[in-house]
């Protein structure tokens, strides 16, 4: 299995721990490109394939996504049939 299977199943698993890096990696493994939101975004990030974007929030100080981030992630992710 390779790192993109596993982060998948690892983000289904809604674990607590699943940082704004690892979901990052996912984004991009899954055909997404970073795009920063100009200079007042803060620590708002797009993640864009084609039409589909995907907004996260870096969070600080810790390094975990919110629970309600890691939903909407897979939500938007099964919607697209991506994963």
Request: net charge positive; no cysteine.
């Amino acid at each position: 299995m390779g790192k993109k299977e596993k982060l998948i199943q690892r983000l289904l698993q809604k674990p607590k721990d699943f940082t704004y890096d690892e979901a990052s990696s996912l984004l991009v493994y899954l055909g997404f490109e970073k795009s920063n939101k100009g200079k007042t975004s803060g620590s708002r990030v797009r993640f864009k394939r084609g039409n589909l974007a995907v907004d996260l929030h870096r969070p600080h100080p810790r390094k975990e996504l919110a629970n309600y981030q890691i939903q909407d992630l897979i939500d938007v992710l099964k919607e697209s049939d991506l994963i």
